[in-house]
């Protein structure tokens, strides 16, 4: 079998679909103006948000697995290519709040879906400049701390990133580049101090795969990553329930108080008082509210 056929499927597939880099490099001008401008053509890909940050190793696989010999396989970034391109797609606000549906389950495809386009529009674009670029979503490293190093968002309890802009209710995708841009910092908005209040996604997963203890660096088998302390999610547990049940499951983000739709002012009050003394009324009245409650699929198709 040859290595260009022993593909992956689904999300965990590598992108091999791109025109090499142009023969000469383009002027891009500093780092800094190269990353303006670089994020300005992601967004008019489409991308939710993008954020720039170093190659990390820490973050990367060291080995990947081929589902068709069931062996071992080496990774395919090369060297050099030390920054790395984070986009965040947003999913459906409606939809995720009927999980787990078909319409939830619509919801995850569609981000990845725009997330795919996004990285492979702008891997190529950077690769007609004459910068080398690999687009890639889930088959190569860590997203999560990549993105945080992006300066996209916090650390939530549930393993996930929160960020400020669509709280967990987003899809990641990556951009690898020779092209050297100016990185951002990881910023800080108060949700680990809430997380330590707040335990809606331990109460809330099926089969219980989030931690509702302090962060913590012992390791529930050997998918979690070894020498972190953090809220150490079962991620085998979580797949084993995805599987159980033949679709995925997203209770974590839809019960979670920072999934909502922060272009309401009342919502990014809330988000403000996550980050004071007053988060645990602000947890007491989204609870009140009913916020995290899950619509049922019917009442999205009649437009409730
Ligand atoms: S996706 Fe579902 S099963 Fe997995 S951790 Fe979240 S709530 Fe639990
Ligand atoms: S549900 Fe609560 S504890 Fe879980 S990630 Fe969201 S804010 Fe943190």
């Not at 309401?264 to 403000?272: A, M, N, Q, S, V």
Request: with cysteine; aromatic share 10%; net charge positive.
């Amino acid at each position: 079998m040859k290595e260009s056929e022993d593909r992956r499927e689904g999300f965990t597939d590598a992108f091999t679909l791109q025109r090499d880099p142009a023969s000469e490099k383009l002027d891009v001008g500093t780092p800094a103006q190269a990353a303006i401008d670089i994020k300005r053509v992601a967004k008019a890909f489409g991308a939710g948000l993008t954020g720039i940050t170093h190659y990390d190793q820490r973050w990367e696989y060291m080995r990947k697995f081929s589902d068709q010999s069931l062996k071992e396989r080496a990774p395919e970034i090369p060297t050099g290519l030390d920054h790395v391109i984070i986009v965040a797609q947003p999913m459906d606000y409606g939809w995720i709040r009927t999980v787990p549906s078909a319409l939830s389950g619509a919801a995850t495809g569609l981000g990845y879906s725009h997330d795919a386009l996004v990285v492979l529009s702008l891997a190529q674009y950077i690769r007609n400049l004459g910068y080398q670029a690999i687009a890639s979503m889930n088959d190569t490293s860590l997203a999560v701390p990549y993105a945080i190093k992006a300066g996209l968002g916090e650390y939530g309890r549930h393993g996930l990133l929160i960020t400020k802009e669509f709280g967990p209710r987003v899809r990641l995708g990556k951009v690898y580049t020779d092209l050297t841009l100016a990185c951002d910092r990881s910023i800080q908005f108060g949700v680990k101090q809430f997380c330590g209040h707040c335990q809606r996604c331990s109460q809330g997963c099926p089969v219980n795969a989030i931690p509702s203890g302090l962060p913590t660096a012992e390791l529930h088998n050997q998918s979690n990553i070894v020498g972190v302390r953090k809220w150490m999610v079962n991620g085998e547990k979580c797949f084993g329930y995805w599987i159980a049940q033949n679709s995925d499951c997203a209770i974590c983000i839809c019960v979670c108080p920072y999934n909502k739709d922060f272009t309401k002012w009342e919502h990014r009050l809330g988000r403000w008082l996550t980050a004071t003394r007053l988060r645990g009324f602000m947890l007491w009245l989204d609870s009140t509210l009913g916020y995290g409650e899950r619509m049922k699929p019917k009442s999205w198709w009649q437009g409730e």
